[in-house]
């Protein structure tokens, strides 16, 4: 609850602080952290069952997958270490010294605007070089400490336990997970668990071949696994012969429409001849950036998927709700505070930013079971430059100014409205602070 309504930074002692804890004994609260004294996989598999019952049976289980890193400054906290800056011009390639994390993130489905809600969260270390003196075991070691580490290898773990949790409770429930390019590899793609199915990005030249019309030769030879060339992402989207076809998806609140290609099934050497595929190409959509300007186009997408079954509509729009999970990174390091726990222990590092993660991914579910799918309180009126404006959803912020104007306004006092009458003399009012509005509309 601290994690909720801190006002100031996500420290330790801030949340400390927050919980009115600032005169007792701290060390029992860092041991929290580094003895790992809370089931991590426990709560999340909570969070993962709630989110399952508010998407319902009937529909599959959509998981967006990505990682994201947290920045630091010091170079001996565990897992720290350089890496590219998402955040640097196209042009000039940036390192920032950083951790990074692996996070799944659950898709609840609503009319106007579905949530994504984590549901998994995990740290994911580059061991550091050894010394130029170091031994040939240390060597060794680190050259294999640094191939269990790849993040695509924890990617298919953190996937099979998603899948063995769902199989404890509800082994028929099927998923479908997004990705990135990243995601989309050999390592990945061969080691999807049973009922799951992905759909990720690939590149505009990528090879791909038709299933072979006969297996084994009639004479001597190697058994053939991959029959003609298909056309690449590209020579499908620029064929003329091809036409598109218009499709409906729900982004920001409102219905898009698309123009997609799709052929299938095809095979990709990177996935093996085993798993036929589906190539779907998204056009580029035109926009303008003010009215009566030209129109501009952005880049294609290229999606690949192992669905054979389920409509082409329904797996873009699985994809279009993988954008959340970029809300959720960035909301949990704005408003939660992921990474600004001061901790070093190695436990502590795992342990402080998942806990963050949990809280704000409960506030999420707790918004969607008291409001409704979209989440949207009214404890709190708007202020008044955001009276007339519409949202699709309850933001983050929102539910958060909701919860503590519950925690808060009795303890405050007087909670009938934000008016205050005129002074009952007539001279110049002292600067009075308005403590209750004040503390609810907080935004850090």
Known sequence: MSTIVCLGRHTITGLLCTNGAQFVDWTKFYRLFSAEQFDQDYIFGVLRDGVVEQAGDARPLVVAMDDTIVRKTGKNTPGVSYRRDPLG?????????????????????????????????????????????????????????????????????????????????????????????????????RSIPANTVLTGRVRADTKLFYPPQQVQHEGAGRTRWYGDRAPTPEQLRTDDTVAYEQISVTASGASRTLRIKTIGPVLWKVAGHQMPLRLIVIAPTGYRLRKGSRLLYRKPAYLITTDMETPVEQIVQHYVWRWDIEVNFRDEKQMFGVGQAQVRNKASVQSAPALAVAAYAALLLSAIRAYGAEGKPSAVPPPKWLAGREKPRGTTADIRQAVRTELWGRGIGNFDGFTFGPPPDMKPPKFTPRLLSAACYALS
Do not use: C, W
Request: proline share 9%; net charge positive; hydrophobic share 40%.
């Open 89 to 189: 011009p196209p042009f000039q390639t940036n390192l920032v010294l950083a951790q990074r994390f692996l996070q799944l993130s659950a898709i609840v489905p609503a009319d106007a605007a579905s949530r994504a809600i984590p549901i998994d969260f995990q740290h994911a270390p580059t061991p550091k070089k050894p010394s130029k003196k170091a031994s040939d075991e240390e060597i060794a070691a680190y050259n294999e400490a640094r191939r269990e580490s790849n993040i695509s290898l924890l990617a298919v773990k953190r996937l099979q336990a998603l899948r063995d949790g769902l199989d404890a409770t509800q082994p028929s429930h099927p998923v479908h997970v997004v990705v990135d390019g990243r995601y989309t590899n050999k390592t990945v793609m």
